[in-house]
T-cell receptor, first 114, second 112 residues
Framework: DTEVTQTPKHLVMGMTNKKSLKCEQH?????MYWYKQKAKKPPELMFV???????INESVPSRFSPECPNSSLLNLHLHALQPEDSALYLC?????????????FGSGTRLTVV | EDQVTQSPEALRLQEGESSSLNCSYT??????LFWYRQDPGKGPEFLFT?????EEKEKERLKATLTKKESFLHITAPKPEDSATYLC?????????????WGLGTSLAVNP
């Protein structure tokens, strides 16, 4: 299994809603990442988990809350988002957080905040 | 300041018309250069990792090369299905961590 699976593929939420994005991989990768990508821009790093511990938080607003329940799963909890948070949210994994190997990306969740 | 610049921003080719995409970089402590392909609304798909100057890698119609200042992605006899955005990213040291620095991408369109 060489995939990173993200659910849901699309999500529309109001500014007062609470929702969660999910990411799963079964490649034995020990580093997992959340990225945010706006149209015609490269991915922007949000969080890095290394061996299930948060190792990097790129000054992301607290309305985004990551969680890593185990080595295969990564969640992103969303609360009180703003319309400007609408974007493609990408999960990725790699063999380690200092990897020289490629990062495997999921297909993303297209989030629209109304 | 660490920086990755890709050119051209957009490229339109006829099917079979070979060309090259450029990724120039200035980083301290290079720990690998990555090429990705991204289709609209999808996540980036890993293509190649290059570690040292002089290294080359090939996959089907694609060939990536690396010098101390830049990388090229050569596309030989492209087909319409090669149409996508090609992203270059450099992994550099950032304190005790490693950080991916991305270029803005080259949008490639191959006409039949």
């Amino acid at each position: 299994d060489t995939e990173v699976t993200q659910t849901p593929k699309h999500l529309v939420m109001g500014m007062t809603n609470k929702k969660s994005l999910k990411c799963e991989q079964h490649m034995g990768h020990r580093a997992m990442y959340w990225y945010k990508q706006k149209a015609k821009k490269p991915p922007e790093l949000m969080f890095v988990y290394s061996y299930e511990k948060l190792s990097i938080n790129e000054s992301v607003p607290s309305r985004f809350s990551p969680e890593c329940p185990n080595s295969s799963l990564l969640n992103l909890h969303l609360h009180a988002l703003q319309p400007e948070d609408s974007a493609l949210y990408l999960c990725a994994s790699s063999q380690g957080d200092r990897t020289n190997y490629g990062y495997t990306f999921g297909s993303g969740t297209r989030l629209t905040v109304v | 300041e660490d920086q990755v610049t890709q050119s051209p921003e957009a490229l339109r080719l006829q099917e079979g018309e070979s060309s090259s995409l450029n990724c120039s970089y200035t980083v301290s402590g290079l720990r690998g250069l990555f090429w990705y392909r991204q289709d609209p609304g999808k996540g980036p798909e890993f293509l190649f990792t290059l570690y040292s100057a002089g290294e080359e890698k090939e996959k089907e119609r694609l060939k990536a090369t690396l010098t101390k200042k830049e990388s090229f992605l050569h596309i030989t006899a492209p087909k319409p299905e090669d149409s996508a955005t090609y992203l270059c990213a450099v992994q550099a040291l950032a304190g005790n961590n490693r950080k991916l620095i991305w270029g803005l991408g080259t949008s490639l369109a191959v006409n039949p």
